[in-house]
């Protein structure tokens, strides 16, 4: 074959060379991304499920925690309550007893002074002083009998005035009975001892004088013949 037997294209085009080139490439390269986008498609998908899971897994456990010290929460809340109320009760027995007991040490007191009191007073109805010395201390006696009547009323101290009234036995005390029709009876006609309130209980009962029916002698039977 003679070297004028041979054809060669008249003219070559670069450009259709580089466009097939770069579609075979182009292709190539899908191809291997398509091969390699699976696994790790699936990795991707894989990780997801188990943060997932493990968020789920945290949240779980962080809900437990949360109920457990909700739990908690209301234990010592009752038991702060029950707590207080115990101390509150506490403190109102233990205030109430602490009254109670000065109370007591104030009445156990006064009781002590009331015989003093009465010496006083029949003292002053039965002293008649008739000189002028005598009056002198028949008004220093009655000035300290005054100061120590009204430190009494001070420390709450009152006394009965039981003339006229009803006799009541939890404020009176009955040593006598005198017969009239003037009074009905049961009246309280004299205070023999007087009584006395502290606060509103009695400190100690009157002794007193009541009153009673007069006996009917003309209406005793007549003896027959």
């Known amino acids: ?38 696994p790790v ?79 006083f007073e029949r003292a002053r109805s039965h002293l008649k002083p008739q000189s002028e010395g005598e009056m002198t201390i028949h008004k220093s006696y009655q000035g300290v009998y005054k100061q120590l009547v009204d430190c009494l009323k001070r420390l709450g101290v009152a006394p009965m005035r039981p003339e006229g009234q009803q006799f009541d036995p939890n404020l009176h005390e009955a040593v006598m009975r005198e017969a009239t029709d003037e009074h009905p009876e049961g009246t309280v006609l004299e205070e023999l001892v007087r009584g006395y309130y502290f606060g509103d209980r009695v400190l100690r009962h009157a002794m007193v004088k009541v009153a009673a029916p007069k006996e009917d002698v003309s209406s005793s039977p007549k003896d027959s013949v």
């Open 1 to 38: 074959m003679c070297s004028s037997d041979l054809e060669f294209p008249s003219e070559i085009n670069p450009n259709e060379f580089d466009h097939e080139a770069s579609e075979q490439t182009v292709e190539q390269f899908q191809q291997f991304n398509q091969v390699q986008d699976i």
């Open 41 to 119: 498609a699936e990795e991707i998908d894989q990780d997801r499920s188990q943060k997932v899971e493990i968020n789920i897994a945290a949240l779980s456990d962080l809900t437990g925690q949360i109920e457990s010290l909700k739990i908690q929460l209301e234990e010592r809340s009752t038991q702060y309550m029950r707590i207080a109320a115990d101390f509150e009760n506490y403190r109102k027995r233990t205030s109430k007893e602490k009254e109670e007991i000065d109370l007591q040490v104030k009445r156990n007191t006064i009781t002590e002074l009331l015989p003093v009191v009465d010496n």
